[in-house]
């Protein structure tokens, strides 16, 4: 399986609702990663998680809660979301490598479109 | 954040024709993915370049890693639209952190039959 998914694929939420956005992977990665993505932009990096510790919060607001219960499962959770949140969230997944020689090629799902009222 | 540049932005060409995407920076870097993303999907890798002077080649696309590790190049010959996408080359840097890939602002490639 060298496939990640991602749940839902579109998702619309109010500004006092929360919601939560899902990936899995069964690929063995012990890294997982958020990316937030506006309409002709690339993806920014939110969040990297190594084997299954938060390594990398790129200074997020806290309305975004990340979450790894386990290696193959990585969430987004949430709350009191602003309309410029409204993005392609995107998931991905890497093989674990702690040097500067590890190529850290990333595994994208195809993303939750995210719509905030 | 190294400074990054991708060029050109859009490309819109004829099926047949050829086009080439660009990539660099004033940094080195120890490694660069090119990746392609489809609208509505996620990026997929294409290729990874590690050593200068590097040529790799998918089907119709070559990728060329420059001598210095500053630079690469995404050549298409006889495009097709399913070539169309948005081309994002992802270098990781010599002062990089493990686990940040940064990427390029995208070449949006159109190609019309």
């Known amino acids: 399986d060298t496939e990640v998914t991602q749940t839902p694929k579109h998702l619309v939420m109010g500004m006092t609702n929360k919601k939560s956005l899902k990936c899995e992977q069964h690929?063995?990665?012990?890294?997982m990663y958020w990316y937030k993505q506006k309409a002709k932009k690339p993806p920014e990096l939110m969040f990297v998680?190594?084997?299954?510790?938060?390594?990398i919060n790129e200074s997020v607001p806290s309305r975004f809660s990340p979450e790894c219960p386990n290696s193959s499962l990585l969430n987004l959770h949430l709350h009191a979301l602003q309309p410029e949140d409204s993005a392609l969230y995107l998931c991905?997944?890497?093989?674990?490598?702690?040097?500067?020689?590890?190529?850290?090629?990333?595994?994208f799902g195809p993303g939750t479109r995210l719509t905030v009222l | 954040t190294q400074l990054l540049e991708q060029s050109p932005q859009f490309l819109s060409i004829q099926e047949g024709e050829n086009l080439t995407v660009y990539c660099n920076s004033s940094?080195?870097?120890?490694?660069l993915q090119w990746y392609r993303q489809e609208p509505g999907e996620g990026p997929v890798l294409l290729v990874t370049?590690?050593?200068?002077?590097e040529v790799k080649k998918l089907k119709r696309l070559t990728f060329q890693f420059g001598d210095a590790r500053k630079d690469s190049s995404l050549h298409i010959t006889a495009a097709q639209p399913g070539d169309t996408g948005l081309y994002l080359c992802?270098?990781?840097?010599?002062?990089?952190?493990?686990?940040?890939?940064?990427f390029g602002a995208g070449t949006q490639v159109v190609v019309t039959p």
């Open positions: 991905a997944s890497s093989q674990q490598g702690q040097t500067l020689s590890s190529y850290n090629e990333q595994f």
């Open positions: 690929m063995g990665h012990r890294a």
């Open positions: 998680y190594s084997y299954e510790k938060l390594s």
């Open positions: 940094s080195v870097f120890s490694s």
């Open positions: 370049v590690v050593t200068g002077g």
């Open positions: 992802a270098p990781r840097m010599t002062t990089d952190s493990w686990g940040k890939l940064q």
